[in-house]
């Protein structure tokens, strides 16, 4: 259907607004542990080896943890990413009613498969399935439809 067709599209694009809102958030947070890590001395010194694999760790935890709740936070109170605002599509349960922070988080979870590389295994399993859901729709009972 055509409209299965339009909201598949318009998740692509919201997946695709949403990272670029993270990585710019990333990007933001990295800055400052990159430019601290180079100013307590070069890659060669062990000391600030250690530095920097510390804080990337600590980026990417804090990646993680606000990757996850960017999407707990928008699709729990709203069913809507900044993305799916954009595009037009917001997440509901199967019965229609409005998600909840527990649907939000399974959803969230999930993603750690969905998003294998670049959202392409979450891409596939919506073109195959029927009622067009990534893994994270069929554990939580939600769909993904026209705003």
Known sequence: MAN???????????III???ILWVVMLIIALPF????????????PLAAAQLAGGAMIV?????????GYFIY???????TIGK????????????????YMDALIRTILRIIDGIFFYL????????????QRLGDMAAK??????
């Open 18 to 20: 949403d990272s670029i």
């Open 4 to 14: 299965d067709t339009d909201v598949v599209i318009n998740r692509v694009v919201a």
């Open 142 to 147: 939600t769909l993904v439809v026209k705003a």
């Open 85 to 100: 605002r954009i595009a037009n599509i917001k997440v509901v349960r199967m019965d229609g009613k409005p998600m909840t």
């Open 74 to 80: 928008f699709e729990g109170t709203t069913g809507q």
């Open 121 to 132: 295994v979450g891409l596939i399993i919506i073109v195959v399935s029927k009622d067009k």
């Open 60 to 68: 990417v935890v804090l990646g993680a943890l606000i990757s996850l």
């Open 34 to 45: 990159g430019a601290f890590t180079m100013m307590m001395g070069t890659v060669s010194d």
